[in-house]
């Protein structure tokens, strides 16, 4: 991961903060799936770093840097709200709200729609999998995190090809 990082920002300040960025997800994702938790002692520092960071010149600029993080995090805060109501049931922890908002901060509001049909296609098609392949019980929750942190960290790299195919293709 170290080497398509250098190699997508070459040596350069950003390339260490997409680093630093790379090496939070891939622990949040390890973690989330041994423990089924993601840690404010990591999420909540790198969240802020990205939204200092764009005051610096980051990723994005300061104002989508800010608004991607309040997305990030209402937006999923919001399926839960809407899940919980119609079901009575929790359908995912805060933590994946506050990984939201990292990637938010760090990718800007307007990689956060990619971000969420990314990991949300490949959850799904994985949590079937397991369902259809491993005999998962179907009420067994499933880590969204890893898909989270997978989906942003593809974004961070080819946020911007990705968009571009997709709008090639509609038109």
């Known amino acids: ?19 630093i960025l790379t090496y939070s997800l891939l622990a949040l994702a390890a973690i ?22 764009s005051v610096m ?6 104002e989508s840097s800010i608004l991607g993080a309040a997305i990030g995090y209402l937006s999923l805060w919001s399926v839960y709200q809407l899940f919980k109501c119609l079901t009575g ?15 938010g ?36 929750p499933i880590p969204f995190g890893p898909f989270l942190a997978a989906a942003g960290w593809i974004v961070l790299l080819f946020g911007e090809d990705l968009t571009r195919l997709y709008w090639g293709l509609t038109t």
Do not use: N
Request: charged share 10%; with cysteine; net charge negative.
């Open 1 to 19: 991961m170290t080497v398509v990082v250098v190699f997508h920002f070459g040596v350069t300040v950003t390339s260490a903060a997409a680093l």
């Open 32 to 53: 989330d799936l041994e423990q089924q938790i993601l840690p404010d002692s990591i999420t909540l520092p790198v969240l802020w770093l990205g939204l200092l960071f």
């Open 57 to 62: 010149g980051g990723l994005v600029d300061c």
């Open 89 to 103: 049931k929790e359908g995912m922890g805060y933590g994946d709200f506050k990984l939201l908002a990292l990637l």
């Open 105 to 140: 901060a760090w990718l800007g509001w307007q990689a956060v729609p990619l971000v969420i049909v990314l990991s949300s296609v490949v959850g799904a098609l994985f949590g079937l999998g397991l369902v259809l392949f491993r005999h998962h019980a179907s009420d067994q």
